[in-house]
Protein backbone atom coordinates (compact mmCIF):
# COMPACT_ATOMS: atom_id res chain seq x y z
CA UNK A 1 0.00 0.00 0.00
CA UNK A 2 2.68 2.54 0.76
CA UNK A 3 4.99 1.73 -1.93
CA UNK A 4 1.94 1.78 -4.19
CA UNK A 5 1.65 5.40 -3.13
CA UNK A 6 5.25 6.63 -3.55
CA UNK A 7 4.59 5.52 -7.27
CA UNK A 8 1.15 6.87 -7.59
CA UNK A 9 0.23 9.56 -5.31
CA UNK A 10 -2.96 8.14 -4.19
CA UNK A 11 -2.86 6.86 -0.57
CA UNK A 12 -5.67 3.92 0.12
CA UNK A 13 -7.11 5.22 3.53
CA UNK A 14 -9.03 3.09 6.02
CA UNK A 15 -12.10 3.84 6.37
CA UNK A 16 -11.21 3.50 10.51
CA UNK A 17 -12.44 6.84 11.38
CA UNK A 18 -14.97 7.31 14.47
CA UNK A 19 -18.21 8.80 12.62
CA UNK A 20 -19.69 8.75 16.63
CA UNK A 21 -16.89 11.34 17.81
CA UNK A 22 -17.23 15.10 17.46
CA UNK A 23 -15.69 16.13 14.35
CA UNK A 24 -16.29 18.18 11.95
CA UNK A 25 -17.45 15.86 9.01
CA UNK A 26 -17.58 17.86 6.27
CA UNK A 27 -13.83 18.86 7.34
CA UNK A 28 -13.40 15.26 7.86
CA UNK A 29 -14.49 14.18 4.32
CA UNK A 30 -12.84 16.79 2.57
CA UNK A 31 -9.37 16.06 3.95
CA UNK A 32 -9.76 12.24 3.05
CA UNK A 33 -9.90 13.53 -0.47
CA UNK A 34 -7.25 16.05 -0.13
CA UNK A 35 -4.86 13.72 -0.61
CA UNK A 36 -5.95 12.17 -3.95
CA UNK A 37 -6.75 15.81 -5.24
CA UNK A 38 -3.27 17.05 -4.71
CA UNK A 39 -4.18 19.80 -2.32
CA UNK A 40 -1.71 19.12 0.34
CA UNK A 41 1.58 20.68 -0.05
CA UNK A 42 4.78 21.08 2.23
CA UNK A 43 6.60 23.97 3.15
CA UNK A 44 9.73 24.29 4.42
CA UNK A 45 11.64 26.32 7.41
CA UNK A 46 15.24 26.12 7.67
CA UNK A 47 16.96 25.42 11.02
CA UNK A 48 19.83 27.71 11.43
CA UNK A 49 23.55 27.56 13.08
CA UNK A 50 23.24 30.22 15.87
CA UNK A 51 26.98 30.37 15.15
CA UNK A 52 28.35 29.70 11.50
CA UNK A 53 24.64 30.27 10.05
CA UNK A 54 25.21 27.78 8.23
CA UNK A 55 21.53 25.98 7.23
CA UNK A 56 21.41 22.53 9.62
CA UNK A 57 18.22 21.18 8.22
CA UNK A 58 14.72 21.86 7.31
CA UNK A 59 11.11 21.02 8.92
CA UNK A 60 8.81 20.15 6.59
CA UNK A 61 5.18 21.85 7.64
CA UNK A 62 1.98 20.78 5.74
CA UNK A 63 -0.31 23.09 4.65
CA UNK A 64 -3.61 22.39 2.76
CA UNK A 65 -4.70 24.60 -0.18
CA UNK A 66 -8.26 24.21 -0.31
CA UNK A 67 -9.94 24.83 -3.40
CA UNK A 68 -12.84 27.62 -2.13
CA UNK A 69 -11.88 27.97 1.72
CA UNK A 70 -7.79 28.90 0.55
CA UNK A 71 -4.87 27.84 2.36
CA UNK A 72 -5.60 25.85 5.91
CA UNK A 73 -2.74 26.02 8.26
CA UNK A 74 -2.09 22.59 10.22
CA UNK A 75 -3.63 23.79 13.89
CA UNK A 76 -7.25 23.46 11.59
CA UNK A 77 -6.63 19.92 10.89
CA UNK A 78 -4.44 17.77 11.95
CA UNK A 79 -6.32 17.57 15.30
CA UNK A 80 -9.09 16.01 13.14
CA UNK A 81 -6.66 13.76 11.10
CA UNK A 82 -5.53 12.88 14.53
CA UNK A 83 -8.92 12.23 15.59
CA UNK A 84 -10.02 10.01 12.99
CA UNK A 85 -6.86 8.15 12.16
CA UNK A 86 -6.56 9.61 8.89
CA UNK A 87 -3.46 11.31 9.99
CA UNK A 88 -1.36 8.31 9.38
CA UNK A 89 -2.02 8.48 5.28
CA UNK A 90 -1.56 12.36 5.93
CA UNK A 91 2.34 11.49 7.75
CA UNK A 92 3.29 8.72 5.28
CA UNK A 93 2.65 11.05 2.44
CA UNK A 94 4.55 13.91 4.38
CA UNK A 95 7.65 11.18 4.12
CA UNK A 96 7.74 10.76 1.23
CA UNK A 97 7.05 13.73 -0.23
CA UNK A 98 10.24 15.01 1.53
CA UNK A 99 11.84 12.15 0.97
CA UNK A 100 11.49 13.07 -2.75
CA UNK A 101 12.18 16.35 -2.11
CA UNK A 102 15.23 15.71 -0.29
CA UNK A 103 16.88 13.46 -3.36
CA UNK A 104 15.83 16.49 -5.56
CA UNK A 105 18.05 18.69 -3.84
CA UNK A 106 21.01 16.14 -3.02
CA UNK A 107 21.21 15.97 -7.08
CA UNK A 108 21.51 19.88 -6.83
CA UNK A 109 24.24 19.45 -4.39
CA UNK A 110 22.44 20.35 -1.65
CA UNK A 111 22.32 17.73 0.83
CA UNK A 112 20.30 19.19 3.82
CA UNK A 113 18.52 16.94 5.52
CA UNK A 114 14.19 17.35 5.82
CA UNK A 115 12.87 16.83 9.36
CA UNK A 116 9.18 15.58 9.18
CA UNK A 117 6.65 15.83 12.21
CA UNK A 118 5.07 12.38 13.20
CA UNK A 119 1.55 11.92 15.85
CA UNK A 120 1.00 9.82 18.48
CA UNK A 121 -1.18 7.64 16.18
CA UNK A 122 1.86 7.08 14.48
CA UNK A 123 4.17 6.05 17.28
CA UNK A 124 1.94 3.27 18.55
CA UNK A 125 2.09 1.79 14.99
CA UNK A 126 4.34 -0.99 15.44
CA UNK A 127 4.76 -1.42 11.87
CA UNK A 128 5.37 2.60 11.34
CA UNK A 129 9.16 2.09 10.77
CA UNK A 130 8.71 -0.38 8.04
CA UNK A 131 6.48 1.56 6.39
CA UNK A 132 8.94 4.69 6.77
CA UNK A 133 12.18 2.21 5.45
CA UNK A 134 9.57 1.68 2.61
CA UNK A 135 9.25 4.86 1.62
CA UNK A 136 13.02 5.61 1.72
CA UNK A 137 13.64 2.30 -0.35
CA UNK A 138 10.94 3.46 -3.09
CA UNK A 139 12.32 7.47 -3.34
CA UNK A 140 15.54 6.48 -3.68
CA UNK A 141 16.52 8.42 -0.16
CA UNK A 142 18.23 7.13 2.78
CA UNK A 143 17.70 7.67 6.23
CA UNK A 144 20.53 10.40 6.74
CA UNK A 145 18.14 12.65 4.97
CA UNK A 146 14.80 12.47 6.71
CA UNK A 147 14.46 12.96 10.54
CA UNK A 148 11.25 12.41 12.81
CA UNK A 149 10.24 15.49 15.03
CA UNK A 150 7.55 14.02 17.88
CA UNK A 151 5.92 16.02 20.96
CA UNK A 152 6.70 15.03 24.29
CA UNK A 153 2.59 14.78 25.14
CA UNK A 154 2.04 12.93 21.94
CA UNK A 155 5.45 10.13 23.61
CA UNK A 156 3.69 10.40 26.73
CA UNK A 157 0.08 9.20 24.97
CA UNK A 158 1.62 5.77 25.17
CA UNK A 159 5.33 5.92 26.82
CA UNK A 160 6.11 2.14 26.17
CA UNK A 161 5.10 1.79 22.44
CA UNK A 162 6.43 5.04 21.81
CA UNK A 163 9.72 4.20 23.00
CA UNK A 164 9.58 0.65 20.76
CA UNK A 165 8.80 2.70 18.02
CA UNK A 166 11.48 5.53 18.20
CA UNK A 167 14.12 2.46 18.71
CA UNK A 168 13.01 0.81 16.05
CA UNK A 169 13.42 4.14 13.81
CA UNK A 170 16.82 4.69 15.70
CA UNK A 171 17.76 1.68 14.64
CA UNK A 172 17.07 2.36 11.34
CA UNK A 173 19.72 5.24 11.68
CA UNK A 174 16.67 7.80 11.75
CA UNK A 175 17.59 10.97 14.00
CA UNK A 176 15.01 12.12 16.23
CA UNK A 177 13.96 15.24 18.12
CA UNK A 178 11.93 16.16 20.66
CA UNK A 179 9.39 19.06 19.64
CA UNK A 180 7.82 21.68 21.96
CA UNK A 181 9.90 20.90 24.61
CA UNK A 182 8.61 22.83 27.90
CA UNK A 183 4.72 22.63 27.08
CA UNK A 184 4.10 18.56 27.77
CA UNK A 185 3.88 16.99 31.39
CA UNK A 186 6.59 14.18 30.09
CA UNK A 187 9.38 13.17 32.95
CA UNK A 188 12.52 13.79 32.12
CA UNK A 189 14.07 10.98 33.77
CA UNK A 190 11.55 8.97 30.69
CA UNK A 191 13.14 11.17 28.03
CA UNK A 192 16.39 10.34 29.19
CA UNK A 193 16.07 6.51 27.92
CA UNK A 194 14.93 7.38 24.17
CA UNK A 195 17.19 7.65 21.64
CA UNK A 196 16.47 11.49 20.34
CA UNK A 197 19.63 13.78 19.24
CA UNK A 198 17.77 16.91 19.09
CA UNK A 199 15.69 18.93 21.75
CA UNK A 200 13.58 21.98 20.29
CA UNK A 201 12.20 24.91 22.45
CA UNK A 202 9.03 25.67 22.24
CA UNK A 203 8.97 28.96 20.51
CA UNK A 204 6.24 29.71 23.32
CA UNK A 205 9.38 30.35 25.58
CA UNK A 206 11.29 31.97 23.03
CA UNK A 207 9.41 34.42 21.51
CA UNK A 208 9.32 36.82 24.30
CA UNK A 209 13.23 35.87 25.91
CA UNK A 210 13.88 39.95 25.31
CA UNK A 211 10.86 41.15 27.72
CA UNK A 212 10.47 38.03 30.01
CA UNK A 213 13.35 37.55 32.33
CA UNK A 214 11.24 34.08 33.78
CA UNK A 215 11.43 32.94 29.87
CA UNK A 216 14.94 33.53 29.81
CA UNK A 217 15.77 31.52 32.89
CA UNK A 218 13.58 28.70 31.48
CA UNK A 219 15.41 28.35 27.87
CA UNK A 220 18.83 28.83 29.59
CA UNK A 221 18.07 26.24 32.19
CA UNK A 222 16.72 24.14 29.14
CA UNK A 223 19.90 24.33 26.92
CA UNK A 224 22.03 23.16 30.21
CA UNK A 225 19.95 20.74 30.38
CA UNK A 226 19.86 19.20 26.81
CA UNK A 227 23.43 19.28 26.50
CA UNK A 228 24.19 17.34 29.98
CA UNK A 229 21.87 14.81 28.34
CA UNK A 230 24.51 15.08 25.24
CA UNK A 231 21.70 16.39 23.08
CA UNK A 232 22.02 20.13 20.44
CA UNK A 233 19.11 22.21 21.10
CA UNK A 234 16.96 24.08 18.62
CA UNK A 235 15.22 26.80 19.53
CA UNK A 236 11.87 27.55 17.57
CA UNK A 237 10.42 31.14 17.44
CA UNK A 238 13.39 33.41 16.31
CA UNK A 239 11.64 36.21 15.57
CA UNK A 240 15.06 38.74 15.23
CA UNK A 241 18.08 39.68 15.92
CA UNK A 242 17.78 40.37 19.22
CA UNK A 243 16.42 37.20 19.99
CA UNK A 244 19.18 35.23 18.10
CA UNK A 245 21.86 37.38 20.00
CA UNK A 246 20.55 36.29 23.25
CA UNK A 247 20.28 32.58 22.38
CA UNK A 248 23.76 32.61 20.86
CA UNK A 249 25.29 34.00 24.12
CA UNK A 250 23.62 30.90 26.24
CA UNK A 251 24.98 28.51 24.20
CA UNK A 252 22.11 27.13 21.92
CA UNK A 253 23.35 25.37 18.79
CA UNK A 254 20.26 26.31 16.50
CA UNK A 255 17.61 28.65 15.68
CA UNK A 256 14.32 28.12 13.44
CA UNK A 257 12.04 30.90 13.28
CA UNK A 258 10.68 33.94 10.83
CA UNK A 259 14.05 36.22 11.50
CA UNK A 260 15.88 33.21 8.90
CA UNK A 261 12.55 32.61 7.34
CA UNK A 262 9.29 32.24 7.09
CA UNK A 263 7.90 28.19 6.08
CA UNK A 264 8.34 28.85 2.15
CA UNK A 265 6.91 26.35 -0.56
CA UNK A 266 9.61 23.79 -1.36
CA UNK A 267 10.07 25.39 -4.79
CA UNK A 268 10.81 28.87 -3.17
CA UNK A 269 13.79 27.25 -0.77
CA UNK A 270 16.66 27.10 -3.42
CA UNK A 271 16.40 30.75 -3.82
CA UNK A 272 16.11 31.92 0.41
CA UNK A 273 19.46 29.19 0.76
CA UNK A 274 21.19 31.72 -2.23
CA UNK A 275 20.26 34.43 -0.54
CA UNK A 276 21.08 33.30 2.76
CA UNK A 277 24.15 31.90 1.81
P1 LIG B 1 5.81 22.68 15.13
O1 LIG B 1 6.25 21.36 14.64
O2 LIG B 1 6.27 23.11 16.47
O3 LIG B 1 6.26 23.72 13.99
C1 LIG B 1 6.64 25.04 14.25
C2 LIG B 1 5.49 26.00 14.07
O4 LIG B 1 5.93 27.29 14.48
C3 LIG B 1 5.06 26.16 12.62
O5 LIG B 1 3.66 26.44 12.58
C4 LIG B 1 5.83 27.41 12.18
O6 LIG B 1 5.23 28.10 11.09
C5 LIG B 1 5.76 28.23 13.44
N1 LIG B 1 6.85 29.20 13.52
C6 LIG B 1 8.11 29.05 13.07
N2 LIG B 1 8.86 30.13 13.34
C7 LIG B 1 8.06 30.98 14.01
C8 LIG B 1 8.27 32.30 14.56
O7 LIG B 1 9.35 32.89 14.51
N3 LIG B 1 7.20 32.88 15.18
C9 LIG B 1 5.99 32.25 15.27
N4 LIG B 1 4.98 32.90 15.87
N5 LIG B 1 5.76 31.01 14.75
C10 LIG B 1 6.79 30.39 14.13
P2 LIG B 1 2.69 25.69 11.57
O8 LIG B 1 3.37 25.46 10.27
O9 LIG B 1 1.39 26.42 11.59
O10 LIG B 1 2.52 24.28 12.26
C11 LIG B 1 1.92 24.17 13.51
C12 LIG B 1 2.06 22.79 14.07
O11 LIG B 1 1.33 21.85 13.28
C13 LIG B 1 3.50 22.26 14.05
O12 LIG B 1 4.22 22.77 15.16
C14 LIG B 1 3.27 20.78 14.14
O13 LIG B 1 3.04 20.39 15.47
C15 LIG B 1 1.99 20.62 13.34
N6 LIG B 1 2.32 20.14 11.99
C16 LIG B 1 2.74 20.83 10.92
N7 LIG B 1 2.93 20.01 9.86
C17 LIG B 1 2.64 18.77 10.30
C18 LIG B 1 2.65 17.46 9.70
O14 LIG B 1 3.00 17.27 8.52
N8 LIG B 1 2.26 16.41 10.48
C19 LIG B 1 1.91 16.58 11.79
N9 LIG B 1 1.56 15.49 12.50
N10 LIG B 1 1.89 17.77 12.38
C20 LIG B 1 2.25 18.86 11.65
MG1 LIG C 1 8.00 20.34 14.54
MG1 LIG D 1 7.54 22.85 17.80
MG1 LIG E 1 3.98 23.15 17.81
Not at 68 to 83: K, L
Request: with cysteine; hydrophobic share 40%.
Amino acid sequence: QVSKAQKSGPVVFQPSFDVGSNVNLTLVSELKKSIYNNELSVFVQPKVNLQSRAVRSVEALIRWKHPTRGMIFPDQFIPFAEQTGLIRDVTLWMIAEAAKVSVAWLQKGMSIPIAVNISARDLIDSDFPNKVAEILKATGSNTSLISLEVTESSIMDDPHRAKQTLLHLSEMGIKLAIDDFGTGYSSLSYLKELPVSELKIDKSFVMHIEASQNDRIIVNSTIELAHNMGLHVVAEGVENIDAWKSLQEMGCDYGQGYYMSRPIPISDFETWYQQWA
